[in-house]
C-alpha cells in the first residue's frame, strides 16, 4: 500500500505540489504567480518552499530577468514520484471507506 | 501516519480545485489577451470597413493590426515569464510554422475559389483563422478551443443573413464576442 507523506500532507505545501504537478516535467512557475494563486503571504510561501527543497521535492532557481531577481520553483522527480504515491494513499483512503 | 477518510477527501477535493486553478490561470492569460486585443482590432477595422473607403481603411487595418499584435505579444511575454515552459522554443517554432503553412493553404483555396466580394474573402479568411485557432486551442489546451464555434458562427450568420451591413456585423457582434469572452476568460473563469 502506498504511504502517505507527512511533509506533503500539510496544506500549503500539498496545494504548492498540485500547482507544479500541473505544469509538465521541467516547466516552472514564479514566486509571485505561485503567492497570487494560492493566495498566501510572502514569508509563510517560503517557509513552505524550504521544507519542500529540504526534502528535495523541488528545485528553486534563483535568477535574473531583464536585470531582476525573479524565483522560480520546479516540482523535481522525486517530488513527482512522491506526490503521485501521496494521492494514490488518498485515494486508497477513501476507496476503503 | 493515519488520517480519517474524511480528511483524505477533503486532501483530494483541494488537489483538484488547485489543479483547476492552475490550469484556468496558465490557459486565460494568453487566451484572454489574445481574444480582447484581436476584437478590438475586429471591432475598428471592420466598422470602418462598412463606413469608409479605400487606402484609408487600409491604413486604420495595418495601424489596429500592429499595435493589436504588439500589445498581445508584449502582454504574452509579461505572462510567459511567470510561467516558464521549458519546450516553449520549440514549440513556438511549430506553432509558426502551423500558421505559416495555413495562410498559405488559405491563400490557395481563396485563389481555387476565386470569390467575387470582399465579404466572401473576409468569411474565408476568418473560417481558416477559426480552424487554426481550434487546431492550437486542441493541440495546447482544450480550454482554449471552444471560443471559435460562437465567432464562426457569427461570421456565417453575418455573410448568409445580413450581406448589406455584413462588415458593422463582424465589428460589433465578431469584434463584441471576442472582447466579452476574453474579458469573461479573464475576470469570471
Do not use: C
Not at chain 1, 24 to 40: I, N, S
Not at chain 2, 95 to 120: C, N, R, S
Amino acid at each position: 500500500m502506498m504511504e502517505l507523506n507527512e511533509t506533503i500532507h500539510q496544506p500549503v505545501r500539498l496545494r504548492i505540489m498540485a500547482v507544479l504537478m500541473t505544469l509538465d516535467a521541467g516547466d516552472e512557475v514564479d514566486f509571485t504567480y505561485l503567492r497570487d494563486l494560492l493566495q498566501v503571504s510572502d514569508g509563510n510561501l517560503g517557509a513552505h518552499l524550504r521544507k519542500l527543497e529540504e526534502a528535495g521535492y523541488i528545485a528553486v532557481n534563483k535568477t535574473f530577468v531583464e536585470r531582476k531577481p525573479r524565483t522560480y520553483i520546479a516540482a523535481t522527480d522525486a517530488g513527482r514520484k512522491v506526490f503521485k504515491e501521496h494521492v494514490a494513499a488518498l485515494e486508497a483512503i477513501l476507496k476503503s471507506k | 501516519m493515519n488520517i480519517s477518510p474524511k480528511e483524505a477527501e477533503e486532501a483530494l477535493a483541494s488537489i483538484h480545485n488547485v489543479t483547476q486553478k492552475t490550469r484556468h490561470s496558465i490557459a486565460a492569460g494568453g487566451a484572454s489577451i489574445s481574444l480582447i486585443a484581436t476584437g478590438i482590432v475586429w471591432l475598428i477595422g471592420f466598422t470602418a470597413t462598412q463606413f469608409l473607403t479605400a487606402p484609408l481603411v487600409v491604413w486604420i487595418w495595418i495601424v489596429t493590426s500592429i499595435v493589436g499584435s504588439v500589445f498581445a505579444i508584449f502582454m504574452g511575454l509579461r505572462t510567459g515569464k511567470r510561467v516558464r515552459i521549458t519546450s516553449s522554443a520549440m514549440m513556438g517554432k511549430r506553432i509558426a510554422i502551423f500558421w505559416v503553412l495555413l495562410a498559405l493553404f488559405a491563400a490557395a483555396a481563396i485563389a481555387v475559389a476565386h470569390p467575387t466580394d470582399g465579404k466572401q474573402i473576409t468569411t474565408l479568411i476568418i473560417l481558416f483563422a477559426m480552424i487554426g485557432q481550434m487546431g492550437m486551442g486542441l493541440l495546447l489546451s482544450f480550454s482554449a478551443t471552444w471560443w471559435t464555434v460562437p465567432v464562426a458562427a457569427v461570421a456565417l450568420i453575418g455573410y448568409f443573413f445580413a450581406p448589406g451591413w455584413f462588415y458593422l456585423w463582424m465589428g460589433l457582434l465578431g469584434g463584441g464576442v471576442m472582447i466579452a469572452l476574453g474579458l469573461y476568460i479573464r475576470f469570471r473563469w
